[in-house]
């Protein structure tokens, strides 16, 4: 977001940002649901068959999203995406809000028009950790969402009361904060590659076309989630349902579950599920950029109209006070004509 205009406050960014997630996020939510049960499969020892929270096992992308619409329907496919849309917006709004005050604050106090790689990733990864505060809730309770079974399915409200009845009580909401913590480096480094390829690829552009804002997008968050997959899934393993190869024994940390992950699947397996981790990825920060750019445009605009209508507004009214003062001073020039010759008697 390098070059952003001052013609917009903080809170203008963030819905514009939180409306590109919320667009993407529905486009390509079934590569969501794929993902998250790829990550979820483990395997109990060296040989066995792995098995999900589902207990159904899936070779590859697109024989999940087969086994998921056959045993669940096509609705099954969008399981969980209410909440999932929840989340998005809010943490996004949270994201883009956060950033858009740290950068000001940045470039106000620094006295600089344009950041380092190094600072562009610092605000990114300071905004990213503020959001996660405020809404990885939400994250947790759509990631037991996802990966319930067809017979336990649950609304939002529901499976919120389940992860709260847990043995974590309240702070079960809270479970892979750390492991969100560190991942605030993933938006960190995507937003600090965009902006970085963006200087590159078209210097001195502030208004990028929807192609160029999906190409930059793409590629930045590419980077990232290759980058940060392995804590990506560790992630989804503390926050999903103690998986049957567990024999329902949560994970206490996001350590465990990467240790046991390479006890038992070998240091790939903590890049199971990069297929569609990486597509939907690809296509989410495309849509996001590109319609977070023409989002921020719209504002842009309904601010200057909104200035505009103000400003017309304003002077009308100086120009009707002023008319006012004429006349009340033409009254009262009038007014001393009249008393003037009884003055000088």
């Known amino acids: 977001m390098a070059g952003q205009s001052k013609e ?14 919320v667009l993407a996020n529905a486009l390509v939510y079934p590569l969501d649901i794929v993902k998250t049960r790829l990550q979820v499969q483990v ?5 066995d068959i792995p098995t999900t929270t589902t207990h159904q096992h899936y070779e590859s992308t697109l024989h999940a999203i087969y086994t998921i619409v056959e045993h669940e329907g096509i609705h099954g496919l969008y399981s969980g995406m209410a909440g999932a849309l929840i989340g998005v917006a ?7 809000y956060w950033y858009t005050v740290v950068r000001q604050l940045y470039l106000t106090y620094a006295k600089t028009q344009r950041p380092g790689t190094a600072a562009e990733l610092s605000l990114g990864a300071a905004a990213g950790a503020l959001a996660q505060l ?3 809730p939400v994250a947790v309770v759509t990631t037991r969402q996802q990966t319930q079974p067809k017979g336990d399915k649950k609304g939002l409200i529901d499976t919120a009361k389940e992860v709260i009845e847990s043995e974590d009580g309240w702070t079960g909401l809270w ?59 560790a992630k989804v393993g503390l926050q999903s349902r103690p998986p049957p190869a567990r024999e329902g024994k949560p994970f206490k940390s996001f350590v465990e579950v990467m240790t046991y992950i390479i006890q038992h ?15 939907k990825g690809l296509l989410v920060q495309g849509f996001l950029m590109m319609t977070k750019e023409r989002m921020e ?12 209508v103000r400003a017309e507004k304003l002077q009308k009214v100086i120009d009707a006070a002023a008319e006012k003062s004429k006349e009340v001073a033409d009254i009262a020039a009038q007014q001393a004509k009249k008393v003037a010759p009884v003055t000088i008697k």
């Open 90 to 96: 809010s943490t996004n709004f949270a994201y883009f």
């Open 43 to 47: 395997k109990r020892k060296p040989g």
């Open 265 to 279: 699947e070998g240091p790939l397996g903590l890049f199971k599920g990069i297929a569609p981790q990486i597509l």
């Open 175 to 233: 479970r892979g904060l750390k492991a969100s913590l560190v991942l605030v480096v993933n938006p960190a480094i995507t937003y600090g590659a965009y902006q970085r390829l963006k200087e590159v690829a078209f210097p001195g552009k502030t208004n990028l076309r929807p192609w160029e804002a999906f190409v930059l997008g793409a590629a930045s968050k590419a980077m990232a989630t290759v980058v940060t997959q392995p804590f990506i899934v």
């Open 297 to 308: 445009l719209l504002f842009i605009l309904f601010f200057r109209y909104l200035r505009k």
């Open 8 to 21: 917009l406050p903080p809170w203008g960014y963030a819905v514009a940002g939180s409306a590109g997630a």
């Open 134 to 136: 405020f809404t990885i």
